[in-house]
């Protein structure tokens, strides 16, 4: 007898059909768009900030060459 209710619930959930798939589509497509946003995102972020750096110690004083400004030492 349990599993005859259990299968009656899957049907039951079944039977929502093409409600449940555009829902679950729908939030499968904002879920991916998400992701795909947070990696550009993080992307642009890492190479901006670097950029910024630059930009602001290049303006700073004293004035370091941008070869000064690359080099490890």
Request: aromatic fraction near 6%.
């Amino acid at each position: 007898m349990a599993l005859r209710g259990v299968s009656l619930k899957a049907k039951g959930k079944s039977s929502k059909g093409s409600k449940g798939s555009e829902d679950r589509s729908l939030s499968e497509s904002v879920k991916e768009w998400s992701t795909w946003a947070m990696r550009k995102a993080k992307i642009i972020t890492h190479y901006g900030f670097i950029t910024l750096v630059i930009i602001i110690s290049m303006n700073s004083e004293p004035k370091p060459q941008l070869s000064q400004l690359l080099s490890p030492i």
